[in-house]
Nanobody, 123 residues
Framework: QVQLVESGGGSVQAGGSLRLSCVAS????????FGWFRQAPGHEREGVAC????????YYADSVKGRFTISRDNAKNTVSLQMNSLKPEDTATYYC????????????????WGQGTLVTVSS
């Protein structure tokens, strides 16, 4: 059983930066897709970024391209999301996900999910 634990959320002013981390335990996932998703109150869950741990290929939602960077450290079984130039509309609970089962990553069909970490961006 894989467990994902996110950290790094918090409050920041618009234009600021935060770095989220997701540590996977229970299995070594060096050939899996990892994704970051977010959900704001009253909104549907949104795919933010995805990385294939094997090759490092990355994918981003248009809303975060050029501002967010997803990366992985296979030795530490960790996936990170560097968020720069944050905007109030980035405010949401951010979730880490691992092991894409089928379909496009942005559809969110991942096997494992973390509990989420809250990011609040004030104007």
């Amino acid at each position: 059983q894989v467990q994902l634990v996110e950290s790094g959320g918090g409050s920041v002013q618009a234009g600021g930066s935060l770095r989220l981390s997701c540590v996977a335990s229970g299995s070594t996932l060096t050939s899996a897709y990892f994704g970051w998703f977010r959900q704001a109150p009253g909104h549907e869950r949104e795919g933010v970024a995805c990385i294939y741990a094997g090759s490092g290929v990355t994918y981003y939602a248009d809303s975060v391209k050029g501002r967010f960077t997803i990366s992985r450290d296979n030795a530490k079984n960790t996936v990170s999301l560097q968020m720069n130039s944050l905007k109030p509309e980035d405010t949401a609970t951010y979730y880490c996900a691992a092991v894409l089962r089928r379909g496009s990553w942005s559809d969110g069909n991942f096997r494992y999910w973390g509990q989420g970490t809250l990011v609040t961006v004030s104007s």
